[in-house]
């Protein structure tokens, strides 16, 4: 039992985060619309440690080749010894894509939060809302491939009042289909 668990524990303290977006095409005509999402894994050693789960599937739109919209969800689930949380959010997005190398991006979420302390069991539910900005660079991997590297910031973020740990959100990842 003891070794399943330390396996568990070393799997989720590894961290895994990539953004894969798809474009389909159909008949030699390139479709407008793209798939994609993230995906991560993050764990803690120690007293209290534990697992945390982070999916944010998402669909877009292109508008223009460098103009895309959509909707993007997230999921985060988090279990320690002390507590466990979930996290659900929609909500809009847009990116804008200069020079195939930067690009610009803005998305707001709705966040609606669960927690139980398990210490106490006392349970607590919330809503916040975040509107992030940011962007980054692009560096081209293959022919619809890119590796993007940014960062956003939650422009609505309020240290004293946010349910979030922190108002930047650092990204790195891999697009496929723009």
């Given amino acids: ?17 990539a953004q894969i977006a798809t474009t389909a095409h159909t008949g030699g005509n390139e479709s407008k619309w793209t798939f ?7 764990g803690s050693f120690g007293n209290g440690g534990g697992v945390s789960v982070y999916l944010s599937p998402r669909v877009g739109y292109k508008v ?3 103009l895309e919209t959509g909707l993007a969800g997230s999921l985060q689930w988090s279990n320690t010894d002390y507590y466990s949380s979930t996290m659900i959010g929609v909500g809009p997005f847009v990116n804008y894509y200069f020079s195939r190398n930067f ?10 939060i669960t927690q139980k302390n398990k210490v106490d069991n006392l349970k607590y539910s919330a809503d ?6 940011g962007g980054g660079y692009m560096q081209k991997l293959g022919e619809q491939t890119y590796m ?4 956003m910031y939650n422009v609505l973020y309020n240290k004293n009042k946010s349910f979030l740990g922190s108002g930047f959100i650092p990204s790195i990842g891999i697009v496929y289909g723009l």
Avoid at 36 to 42: D, P, S
Avoid at 107 to 112: G, I, L, N, R, S
Avoid at 128 to 133: G, I, P, Q, R
């Fill in 64 to 66: 223009t080749e460098n």
């Fill in 1 to 17: 039992m003891k070794k399943s668990a330390l396996l568990m524990l070393l799997l989720a303290a590894f961290s895994l985060n």
């Fill in 36 to 42: 994609g999402g993230y995906a991560g894994l993050g």
């Fill in 103 to 112: 690009f610009l991006s803005g998305m707001f979420q709705e966040y609606f």
């Fill in 148 to 151: 993007q590297i940014g960062g």
């Fill in 128 to 133: 916040e809302a975040a509107l992030y900005l």
